[in-house]
């Protein structure tokens, strides 16, 4: 497998997993104020590899008249042995009205190459196409986007780069500090397995998203710090 092809491979794992926080307090869209919950600056990540920064990672909260907007974000710009240059761009957009997901949309550039998915509602069913042609999804799976800790309850996601399904499964560990901008908090680990797997995500005691950590499939490690995530005080 060629460099080129192992960096897509594991920005894909850490893209699919957008979405998949899991502590049941953060609650459902159609319970949560998820501008108060993580603030008006919404989410901020750092993307670092090998302890070195490589990109920024954000979701946005919008609400216009009776609908929530939320974009998400993703921009990478790595260099390897000074020889290729990377550059990755993802986008995502959801639109939530009276609790239910009426569209979802993704826009991808992997070092030049463009895919996406575009989502409607159409009844009970989410329906559009996606990076290889069309796509139908129960309307009320969640796309993978990392701010609903809904997922607690849920054994798939809808997969906002390849428009599939994927089954999924978690093995909670023991909490732990994490750094979360200028300071640190008290967050549970989890490990993902069934299609999204060889991934630990951190959560803090209120079901914020604070932390990442994944393996490149050339051995290195990924992870996203949290620059702004919320006050750990609000909910």
Not at 38 to 57: A, T
Not at 141 to 152: E, F, G, K
Not at 216 to 232: N, R, T, Y
């Amino acid at each position: 497998m060629g460099t080129e092809t192992r960096y897509h491979h594991y920005i894909l794992s850490a893209c699919v997993l957008i979405g998949l926080a899991l502590n049941a307090r953060a609650g459902d869209a159609e319970t949560r104020d998820w501008q108060t919950f993580y603030g008006e600056q919404g989410l901020q990540f750092e993307v670092v590899r090998n302890g070195k920064p490589v990109g920024d990672y954000t979701t946005t909260f919008e609400q216009s008249g009776d609908q929530l907007i939320v974009e998400t974000e993703m921009n990478l710009d790595i260099t390897v042995l000074w020889l290729l240059h990377y550059r990755y761009q993802y986008r995502g957009r959801e639109v939530w009205q009276d609790g239910s997901l009426q569209s979802v949309t993704s826009n991808i550039s992997d070092n030049g190459k463009t895919t996406g998915l575009s989502l409607k509602r159409q009844g009970n069913e989410l329906t559009g196409k996606g990076p290889t042609g069309p796509v139908t999804v129960p309307a009320g799976i969640l796309p993978t986007h990392h701010y609903n800790a809904a997922v607690i309850n849920h054994e798939a996601v809808l997969n906002t780069l390849t428009g599939k399904v994927n089954q999924i499964s978690v093995e909670p560990l023991p909490a732990e500090k994490v750094r979360t901008g200028e300071r640190s908090r008290r967050a549970a680990r989890y490990r993902y397995k069934g299609e999204l797997h060889d991934t630990d995500a951190w959560y803090d005691e209120q079901g914020r998203w604070v932390k990442l950590l994944f393996k490149g499939s050339d051995g290195s490690d990924i992870e996203l710090v949290c620059q702004q995530c919320g006050d750990e005080e609000s909910s």
